[in-house]
């Protein structure tokens, strides 16, 4: 089986500025914590997409050197790099500087934590306009009760394909009391943002959003709402490590899952084909 996993954090503390790093998390994860996740992992033929860690927003341009710097040792097909899209004269120049990284092929502005509405201003709609002019994509992290935005953002910029981290973090609940997905406003919105077609869906990030330990009976009717929401083909796979874990657990539990549901050139769209499409990878 063949994965391109199309969201990995990589980040060293003793190289970068990582503010919201705390308990577990505050430590390097690199090639050698990545060999090790992997160990749990079925023996399969992986390939990986960055996503920016949120390093200092001044460090943007140095993460996507140091992560292009460990190429050697992690089988990197891109990069999603920062970029302040609410400011479109610094949006310009982190684009003029990505179009010399190669690895790049999206970019971020992370949302979760921002007000309602913070990707509505025209200076926002203005950089975003520049991404996709420039040929890379936008990966929208935000919490399920923003998913509005993402659809304004979608219907204001068309030609600009929208990539939403972790189904729009959903609340999944606990494993022993689980949260319902259908007909849910999380579940409705998705629907919504689904009808436009610039928009596709990773399924990543489901793990951390569990309140405590998590199982794959708690997180599959998340996974069968984003199913049929945006079909097989605006799906793609990533893994969200080290945020969300074990590695090896979620792999397994999105590929019995699609098992369950696709037929095997489908299965082989979500987990690697999508990605490779949807970021352009080389």
């Given at each position: 089986?063949?994965?391109?996993?199309?969201?990995?954090?990589?980040?060293?503390?003793?190289?970068?500025?990582?503010?919201?790093?705390?308990?577990?998390?505050?430590?390097?994860?690199?090639?050698?914590?990545?060999?090790?996740?992997?160990?749990?992992?079925?023996?399969?033929?992986?390939?990986?997409?960055?996503?920016?860690?949120?390093?200092?927003?001044?460090?943007?341009?140095?993460?996507?050197?140091?992560?292009?710097?460990?190429?050697?040792?992690?089988?990197?097909?891109?990069?999603?790099?920062?970029?302040?899209?609410?400011?479109?004269?610094?949006?310009?120049?982190?684009?003029?500087?990505?179009?010399?990284?190669?690895?790049?092929?999206?970019?971020?502005?992370?949302?979760?934590?921002?007000?309602?509405?913070?990707?509505?201003?025209?200076?926002?709609?203005?950089?975003?306009?520049?991404?996709?002019?420039?040929?890379?994509?936008?990966?929208?992290?935000?919490?399920?009760?923003?998913?509005?935005?993402?659809?304004?953002?979608?219907d204001a910029v068309p030609?600009?394909?929208?990539?939403l981290d972790h189904l729009?973090?959903?609340?999944?609940?606990?494993?022993?009391?689980?949260?319902?997905?259908?007909?849910?406003?999380?579940?409705?919105?998705?629907?919504?943002?689904?009808?436009?077609?610039?928009?596709?869906?990773?399924?990543?990030?489901?793990?951390?959003?569990?309140?405590?330990?998590?199982?794959?009976?708690?997180?599959?009717?998340?996974?069968?709402?984003?199913?049929?929401?945006?079909?097989?083909?605006?799906?793609?796979?990533g893994g969200d490590w080290?945020?969300?874990?074990?590695?090896?657990?979620?792999?397994?539990?999105?590929?019995?899952?699609?098992?369950?549901?696709?037929?095997?050139?489908?299965?082989?769209?979500?987990?690697?084909?999508?990605?490779?499409?949807?970021?352009?990878?080389?």
């Amino acid at each position: 089986m063949r994965v391109v996993d199309g969201h990995l954090h990589l980040w060293d503390p003793e190289v970068l500025t990582y503010e919201w790093l705390e308990g577990s998390l505050l430590r390097p994860f690199g090639p050698d914590e990545l060999d090790l996740a992997l160990q749990d992992a079925p023996d399969d033929d992986f390939g990986f997409v960055f996503v920016q860690a949120e390093c200092a927003a001044e460090q943007s341009v140095a993460e996507v050197d140091w992560v292009a710097a460990l190429a050697p040792r992690v089988p990197l097909r891109g990069i999603v790099a920062r970029a302040p899209l609410e400011d479109p004269a610094a949006t310009d120049q982190h684009l003029a500087a990505y179009e010399s990284r190669p690895l790049v092929v999206g970019v971020r502005r992370l949302l979760q934590s921002e007000p309602d509405g913070f990707s509505a201003s025209p200076g926002f709609r203005d950089a975003a306009r520049a991404v996709a002019a420039a040929d890379l994509t936008f990966d929208a992290c935000v919490r399920w009760s923003q998913l509005s935005d993402v659809v304004h953002l979608a219907d204001a910029v068309p030609e600009l394909t929208i990539v939403l981290d972790h189904l729009g973090k959903p609340p999944v609940g606990s494993a022993d009391a689980a949260a319902p997905a259908d007909d849910t406003p999380w579940a409705t919105e998705l629907r919504r943002l689904a009808r436009r077609h610039n928009v596709v869906c990773k399924l990543s990030g489901l793990p951390a959003e569990s309140e405590g330990e998590w199982t794959a009976a708690q997180l599959r009717p998340f996974l069968d709402v984003a199913l049929d929401a945006f079909g097989p083909h605006r799906l793609l796979f990533g893994g969200d490590w080290p945020v969300s874990g074990p590695y090896g657990r979620w792999v397994e539990t999105v590929s019995s899952w699609l098992m369950d549901r696709l037929g095997e050139h489908d299965r082989a769209a979500v987990l690697a084909g999508n990605a490779e499409r949807v970021y352009r990878l080389a």
